[in-house]
C-alpha cells in the first residue's frame, strides 16, 4: 500500500513537472512571437515592449 501511495505521489510530482515546462514553453513562444512586432503593432493591441517583460 505504501509503495502505491509513493508512485502516486512521484507521478503527481512528473505530472505537475511537465505542465510547468509546458506553461513555460507557451509563454517564451508567445513573447518571441511578440517581441517580432513593431511598436505600433503592439500598440494596436495595447501592449508595449515593457509588457513583453512582464508577461506571465
Not at 14 to 22: C, D, E, K, R
Not at 27 to 35: E, I, M, Q
Not at 42 to 51: K, N, S
Request: net charge positive; proline share 0%; charged share 30%.
Amino acid at each position: 500500500m505504501t509503495s502505491r501511495l509513493n508512485r502516486s505521489r512521484h507521478s503527481g510530482l512528473i505530472v505537475s513537472l511537465i505542465a510547468s515546462v509546458l506553461e513555460w514553453n507557451d509563454l517564451r513562444v508567445t513573447r518571441k512571437a511578440l517581441a517580432k512586432l513593431s511598436d505600433r503593432e503592439l500598440d494596436d493591441i495595447g501592449l508595449t515592449r515593457f509588457d513583453l517583460n512582464r508577461l506571465r
